[in-house]
């Protein structure tokens, strides 16, 4: 079966670093994009950024560049989603999800999603 | 405010159809392929429409997508209580360089 296994809940206080993994498994993850998804409290979704495991090419949504770090260890199927100083607006439900790119078109869609790691960053 | 535009919520009864609409512009459904979830309560979202119109497998035949010009169209048909659900369209935007996804649209089945 394939499946992504995402992380489990954290609680963290403003300032502090974070990183939250997903792990693949039921296919090769290396031959496969991942994605972070980002749902705010009752909120919508939000595309935060991919990653291409076998070469660790990453791509930032322009919202999300420099606020979080995208990266993949394809030895142990995982992608990872990473915080250097968590802000209370962090605070959100974060999918990661299998990504696929639409032949010859900037297109993209998510066919395998995680449960999701939820955060909250409160002092 | 997002980039993509869907009524935020669509009723009807049971055994019924509905469509949820996702308008966008030249720079994103008018030049790219779109995609549809369903996010059920409490769960991850799910696709159900893909390259606009394709299903995945397992996804039933009840469910349909299509597009004209910068609008795309979900259409359920044999409306079923589990169907209630969120369900979000997504398209590439060539001039934001960013996946985006229309603002949800909350489906109840009356």
């Known amino acids: 079966e394939v499946q992504l296994v995402q992380s489990g809940a954290e609680v963290k206080k403003p300032g502090e670093s974070l990183r939250i993994s997903c792990k693949a498994s039921g296919y090769r993850l290396s031959s496969h994009w991942i994605a972070w998804v980002r749902q705010m409290p009752g909120k919508g979704l939000e595309w935060m950024g991919i990653i291409y495991p076998d070469d660790s090419d990453t791509r930032y949504s322009p919202s999300f560049q420099g606020l979080v770090t995208i990266s993949a260890d394809k030895s142990i199927t995982t992608a990872y989603l990473q915080w250097s100083s968590l802000r209370a607006s962090d605070t959100a439900m974060y999918y990661c999800a299998r990504a696929t790119a639409v032949a010859g078109t900037s297109s993209w869609y998510m066919d395998v999603w995680g449960r999701g790691t939820p955060i909250t960053v409160s002092s | 405010q997002s980039v993509l535009t869907q009524p935020p919520s669509v009723s009807a009864a049971p055994g019924q159809k509905v469509t949820i609409s996702c308008s966008g512009s030249?720079?994103?459904?008018?030049?790219?392929?779109v995609s549809w979830y369903q996010q059920l309560p409490g769960t991850a979202p799910k696709l159900l429409i893909y390259d606009n119109t394709k299903r995945p497998s397992g996804i039933p035949d009840r469910f349909s997508g299509s597009k004209s010009g910068t609008s795309a169209t979900l259409g359920i048909t044999g409306l079923q209580a589990g169907d209630e659900a969120d369900y979000y369209c997504?398209?590439?935007?060539?001039?934001?360089?960013?996946?985006?996804f229309g603002g949800g649209t909350k489906l109840t089945v009356l």
């Open positions: 030249s720079s994103n459904i008018g030049k790219n392929y």
């Open positions: 997504g398209t590439w935007d060539n001039s934001l360089s960013d996946v985006i």
